[in-house]
């Protein structure tokens, strides 16, 4: 997932780009192409544009634009051109698109295909309408046609075209080879909501099934005639590289092929995953740490507490802050750190690549189609077009398969060039390598200051932060870095939404640590979230306001805040005592609300914590306003999943460095939450008649702050560091 800042930045680009709602309707649409292990799709009679095609047997096949990797995307982008083709839900399958930034860009990103920034609903909505829609017109129209009726007199639904008066009746199938002999229409008028009749239902997801039985295609699952499978020893540190290798007990395990050197360390391949393995496990290896990174995570939070006393870029400035300060009956300060991620996705990192004399095809979960692309094409020499991807399911990424550097796949076509192309090579990245040699949230280190005035009354806010930059190096550097201030570092903090008069934002960016970042589920808003509402909380209580009055007050100008805020506040019962917990334990309440990727977003939550320290989060209420809920039954999923995903973090996501190297390597000393710790969970979805706009990520920065908000209730003592530990919260 990328972050709310590309969608945003691009919104410049989105004019354009919405010229290219019409591109795929221009272009001849060819079949994306069936995947190893994948039955192919019936052959289409009916391919009226870039996203449709309506086979012979009436299957209806909806091209996704967009990775489908557990968060809905398919199931929601099919709905919307099902809804306006009035198909047969039933009917309905879906195929990841080819790699083609022409037809299948991201239009908020420009001429860019990918799938990020929790965009795909919303930067799809028009342009699939538009594609259902002209399909829709032009089976009636050629229904009409044969039955030389007026196209007026005819209706559709759940795929079949009627005529009231004759009583003719033709199922899209029927009808399809007809219709591609008719002129796609220039314009189309598109239904009101109140006729939806899918869109706001809660169409069952088309991937469950598959993903049930075992159909559905993964990475893992494609096995080509010859293939390698590889896997890599990767250095221990960030910056080392091979000084020599001996790879002698490798080569003798069984079913090893191949030992050979790559840029990013040493490959061994072998005809399966476990020979590979066990292979990799047998190299000797002397590593040139030369230039290794070699700081640990304490001694970087040393160096940025100590940037933090100096001011930094501004990132943004209201009113006259040290006027506010000077004149301040109150002053409020606290600190708060937030450690490096990983994003510990269910599927590691993984591709495979064949290379041959017309180009190289690819199998990958792929994120940053275009991307990806680009730099395999550099890698072999080839035109961007010789460079074919099949997009597969992923299990999972919350970003990290969204790589501007294509780490992992270019180090499989570094494999493939290695060993001169002979076969086509599965790359297999093991937890550990994912957890090691992989990319991170930036560690962040948050200072913030506040002044009240004599009437209590918040008067002035200043906001330091301190971490490492995602944008920088990346194509979205020259776009989204503007004069030294990385928008994504900034991201909820900068834009705050709360009435206060006189404002400082700024950052200072450490050029000097090697670690490689990227963006993790909610990018920025995963650490200004917890730092701006708890220490909002902080100072309610210094100024004896109600935290959610409080808000509610400092929200004024922000309808869609306030909205989901007093929603969540009513269904969560806020204001009453909650039941008295086991003996020696404290309860309490706590609220957040947070904006990202346009979606608005307030949670409620509720925790015991016991005299030791321990924490138990029982429950948690939601509130969200996206839109135009396309699939509310996945809009909750999306919002429980993201409660879990972030809950697991707050609780134990940490990752640590010692002299540079990552200590964690598996889900034993990085674990997720386990089923019994997972809270009730309630979903309310404010109803919208706006665009619809992002959910896989906006569930996830408002949850550890309401947490820590419902600590500080219970115990008065507020967290100042993530994850939470015993020894902060005993009694």
Same mark, same amino acid.
């Given at each position: 997932?990328?972050?709310?800042?590309?969608?945003?930045?691009?919104?410049?680009?989105?004019?354009?780009?919405?010229?290219?709602?019409?591109?795929?309707?221009?272009?001849?649409?060819?079949?994306?192409?069936?995947?190893?292990?994948?039955?192919?799709?019936?052959?289409?009679?009916? !391919?009226?544009?870039?996203?449709?095609?309506?086979?012979?047997?009436?299957?209806?096949?909806?091209?996704?634009?967009?990775?489908?990797?557990?968060?809905?995307?398919?199931?929601?982008?099919?709905?919307?051109?099902?809804?306006?083709?009035?198909?047969?839900?039933?009917?309905?399958?879906?195929?990841?698109?080819?790699?083609?930034?022409?037809?299948?860009?991201?239009?908020?990103?420009?001429?860019?295909?990918?799938?990020?920034?929790?965009? !795909?609903?919303?930067?799809?909505?028009?342009?699939?309408?538009?594609?259902?829609?002209?399909?829709?017109?032009?089976?009636?129209?050629?229904?009409?046609?044969?039955?030389?009726?007026?196209?007026?007199?005819?209706?559709? &639904?759940?795929?079949?075209?009627?005529?009231?008066? %004759?009583?003719?009746?033709?199922?899209?199938?029927?009808?399809?080879?007809?219709?591609?002999a008719?002129?796609?229409?220039?314009?189309?008028?598109?239904?009101?909501?109140?006729d939806? &009749?899918?869109?706001?239902?809660?169409?069952?997801?088309?991937?469950?099934?598959?993903?049930?039985?075992?159909?559905?295609?993964?990475?893992?699952?494609?096995?080509?005639?010859?293939?390698?499978?590889?896997?890599?020893?990767?250095?221990?540190?960030?910056?080392?590289?091979?000084?020599?290798?001996?790879?002698?007990a490798?080569r003798?395990?069984?079913?090893?092929?191949?030992?050979?050197?790559?840029?990013?360390?040493?490959?061994?391949?072998a005809?399966?995953?476990?020979?590979?393995?066990?292979?990799?496990?047998?190299?000797?290896?002397?590593?040139?740490?030369?230039?290794?990174?070699?700081?640990?995570?304490?001694?970087?939070?040393?160096?940025?507490?100590?940037?933090?006393?100096?001011? *930094?870029?501004?990132?943004?400035?209201?009113?006259?802050?040290?006027?506010?300060?000077?004149?301040?009956?109150?002053?409020?300060?606290?600190?708060?750190d937030?450690?490096?991620?990983?994003?510990? !996705?269910?599927?590691?990192?993984?591709?495979?690549?064949?290379?041959?004399?017309?180009?190289c095809?690819?199998?990958?979960?792929?994120?940053?189609?275009?991307?990806?692309? %680009?730099?395999?094409?550099?890698?072999?020499?080839?035109?961007?077009?010789?460079?074919?991807?099949?997009?597969?399911?992923? *299990?999972?990424?919350?970003?990290?398969?969204?790589?501007?550097?294509?780490?992992?796949?270019?180090?499989?076509?570094?494999?493939?060039? !290695?060993?001169?192309?002979?076969a086509? $090579?599965?790359?297999?990245?093991?937890?550990?390598?994912?957890?090691?040699?992989?990319?991170?949230?930036?560690?962040?280190?948050?200072?913030?200051?506040?002044?009240?005035?004599?009437?209590? &009354?918040? %008067?002035?806010? &200043?906001?330091?932060l301190?971490?490492?930059?995602?944008?920088?190096?990346?194509?979205?550097?020259?776009?989204?870095?503007?004069?030294?201030?990385?928008?994504?570092?900034v991201?909820?903090?900068?834009?705050?939404?709360?009435?206060?008069?006189?404002?400082?934002?700024?950052?200072?960016?450490?050029?000097?640590?090697?670690?490689?970042v990227?963006?993790?589920?909610?990018?920025?808003?995963?650490?200004t979230?917890?730092?701006?509402?708890?220490?909002?909380?902080?100072?309610?209580?210094?100024?004896?306001?109600?935290?959610?009055?409080w808000?509610?007050?400092?929200?004024?100008?922000?309808?869609?805040?306030?909205?989901?805020?007093?929603?969540?506040?009513?269904?969560?019962?806020?204001?009453?005592?909650?039941?008295?917990?086991?003996?020696?334990?404290?309860?309490?309440?706590?609220?957040?609300?947070?904006?990202?990727?346009?979606?608005?977003?307030?949670?409620?939550?509720?925790v015991?914590?016991?005299?030791d320290?321990?924490?138990?989060?029982?429950?948690?209420?939601?509130?969200?306003?996206c839109?135009?809920?396309?699939?509310?039954?996945?809009?909750?999923?999306?919002?429980?999943?993201?409660?879990?995903?972030?809950?697991?973090a707050?609780?134990?996501?940490?990752?640590?460095?010692?002299?540079?190297?990552?200590?964690?390597?598996?889900?034993?000393?990085?674990?997720?939450?386990?089923?019994?710790?997972?809270?009730? $969970?309630?979903?309310?979805?404010?109803? %919208?008649?706006?665009?619809?706009?992002?959910?896989?990520?906006?569930?996830?920065?408002?949850?550890?702050?309401?947490?820590?908000?419902?600590?500080?209730?219970?115990?008065?003592?507020?967290?100042?560091?993530?994850?939470?530990?015993?020894?902060?919260?005993?009694?």
């Open positions: 997932m990328l972050n709310t800042t590309i969608e945003n930045a691009s919104r410049r680009s989105f004019m354009q780009g919405a010229a290219g709602l019409t591109l795929g309707f221009c272009l001849p649409a060819t079949a994306a192409a069936p995947v190893a292990g994948q039955a192919a799709s019936p052959p289409p009679a009916f !391919a009226p544009n870039a996203f449709l095609r309506i086979a012979p047997d009436n299957t209806v096949t909806v091209i996704s634009k967009h990775l489908e990797m557990g968060q809905g995307t398919y199931t929601g982008l099919a709905t919307i051109l099902a809804e306006e083709l009035d198909a047969d839900w039933q009917t309905v399958r879906i195929e990841g698109a080819p790699a083609d930034a022409q037809r299948y860009n991201n239009l908020f990103w420009g001429p860019n295909q990918g799938t990020g920034g929790s965009t !795909a609903m919303a930067n799809s909505w028009d342009q699939l309408r538009q594609a259902g829609a002209s399909g829709r017109a032009m089976l009636v129209s050629a229904a009409a046609r044969r039955w030389r009726v007026p196209a007026a007199e005819i209706t559709v &639904r759940d795929g079949v075209v009627s005529h009231a008066a %004759s009583k003719r009746q033709a199922r899209f199938g029927e009808l399809a080879a007809a219709a591609a008719e002129a796609v229409p220039a314009s189309v008028t598109l239904k009101e909501a109140k939806f &009749r899918l869109i706001g239902r809660s169409a069952p997801r088309r991937d469950s099934a598959d993903k049930t039985n075992g159909k559905a295609v993964f990475t893992q699952d494609i096995h080509l005639p010859g293939m390698l499978v590889a896997v890599v020893a990767h250095p221990p540190r960030f910056g080392a590289t091979v000084r020599r290798f001996d790879a002698t490798a003798r395990v069984k079913g090893v092929v191949d030992v050979v050197q790559i840029p990013s360390g040493v490959a061994v391949l005809r399966d995953t476990w020979s590979a393995k066990k292979g990799r496990d047998a190299l000797s290896v002397d590593w040139d740490e030369t230039r290794a990174f070699r700081l640990g995570s304490d001694e970087i939070l040393a160096r940025y507490r100590e940037m933090a006393k100096s001011p *930094g870029l501004v990132a943004h400035r209201t009113g006259d802050p040290e006027q506010a300060f000077a004149n301040a009956a109150k002053i409020v300060k606290a600190t708060y937030f450690p490096y991620l990983a994003h510990a !996705a269910m599927e590691p990192m993984n591709c495979v690549i064949h290379l041959t004399e017309q180009g095809e690819v199998w990958n979960g792929e994120q940053l189609n275009t991307g990806d692309q %680009s730099r395999l094409a550099e890698v072999f020499g080839l035109r961007p077009e010789q460079v074919k991807i099949n997009m597969l399911y992923a *299990g999972g990424s919350f970003g990290r398969r969204a790589n501007t550097h294509s780490d992992y796949v270019v180090e499989t076509a570094r494999i493939v060039q !290695a060993i001169g192309g002979k086509p $090579v599965k790359l297999v990245w093991m937890r550990e390598d994912d957890m090691r040699a992989g990319y991170y949230r930036p560690l962040f280190h948050h200072a913030l200051e506040a002044a009240l005035d004599a009437g209590g &009354r918040l %008067s002035g806010w &200043r906001h330091r301190v971490g490492q930059s995602i944008l920088a190096g990346s194509p979205f550097e020259s776009m989204m870095v503007k004069d030294g201030i990385d928008a994504v570092s991201e909820g903090a900068a834009n705050l939404p709360y009435a206060i008069a006189n404002r400082l934002v700024d950052l200072h960016t450490p050029k000097d640590i090697a670690v490689p990227l963006w993790w589920r909610s990018v920025g808003s995963s650490h979230a917890y730092a701006t509402e708890v220490f909002l909380d902080v100072v309610a209580r210094a100024a004896g306001k109600d935290p959610v009055a808000r509610l007050e400092l929200l004024a100008e922000h309808p869609r805040h306030r909205g989901v805020l007093q929603l969540a506040a009513e269904k969560s019962g806020w204001g009453t005592p909650l039941p008295v917990g086991s003996p020696g334990s404290r309860r309490g309440r706590g609220v957040a609300v947070h904006e990202s990727f346009q979606s608005y977003v307030a949670q409620v939550a509720e015991t914590v016991a005299a320290g321990t924490l138990k989060v029982d429950r948690v209420v939601c509130a969200v306003d839109g135009i809920a396309i699939n509310p039954d996945n809009i909750r999923s999306q919002v429980e999943g993201a409660v879990g995903f972030a809950l697991s707050a609780l134990y996501g940490e990752i640590t460095l010692r002299e540079g190297a990552v200590v964690e390597g598996n889900f034993d000393t990085y674990p997720p939450i386990r089923i019994g710790e997972m809270p009730r $969970v309630e979903v309310h979805i404010v109803s %919208s008649a706006a665009r619809p706009t992002g959910i896989g990520e906006p569930g996830v920065p408002p949850l550890a702050a309401a947490v820590a908000n419902a600590i500080g209730a219970a115990t008065g003592k507020y967290p100042d560091r993530l994850p939470f530990r015993a020894e902060d919260l005993r009694a």
